[in-house]
């Protein structure tokens, strides 16, 4: 049973990586102004990348359940989605965020011969809030669904 737990957190870390890093790729693009195909493919490779170290290395279901425990949250329930939600979107969004806008700002500093008029932490604050919102948004939704996928693919419902 722990086995098929563990290999359902690292099917969990993938999915939910690969998802995150796909939209988290799109909204930063797109809230950049100077939308490229290129731009977003870079972005979100840079992402996936990342995403699914931290998902191996980073026990994120095991966290948000001890943190769950420690608070007396009942999994499944309201209270103890926003949490699990919340330390997911805390560990992955500032990672993947930092990553994606100081690409993003090298890329404009290189274009433009470093004579670009813009701020690295302005530029990283305010990508930080937009996707952070995002991610929680998106995590509070499909965890639970790819969740009960899993489960049931490993015939544990």
């Known amino acids: 049973m722990e086995e098929k737990m563990r290999k359902i957190g690292r099917q969990m870390g993938i999915r939910m990586g690969i998802l995150m890093s796909f939209c988290l790729a799109l909204v930063g693009t797109l809230t950049s102004g100077h939308f ?31 943190v769950c425990r420690k608070l007396r949250l009942e999994r499944g329930k309201i209270g103890a989605r926003l949490v699990e939600t919340l330390i997911s979107d ?55 669904m790819i969740l009960k996928h899993l489960m049931k693919k490993n015939d544990l419902v």
């Open 36 to 66: 490229t195909v290129f731009g977003f493919i870079i972005s979100f490779i840079l992402s996936s990348v990342i995403s699914l170290l931290i998902g191996f290395f980073i026990p994120v279901g095991k966290i948000s359940g001890d």
């Open 90 to 144: 805390l560990i992955y969004t500032p990672i993947i965020t930092l990553a994606m806008v100081a690409l993003a700002y090298n890329m404009a500093m290189k274009q433009s011969g470093g004579m670009a008029e813009i701020r690295f932490l302005p530029m990283f604050f305010s990508s930080l809030i937009i996707c952070f919102v995002a991610a929680f948004i998106l995590i509070f939704i499909f965890m639970p």
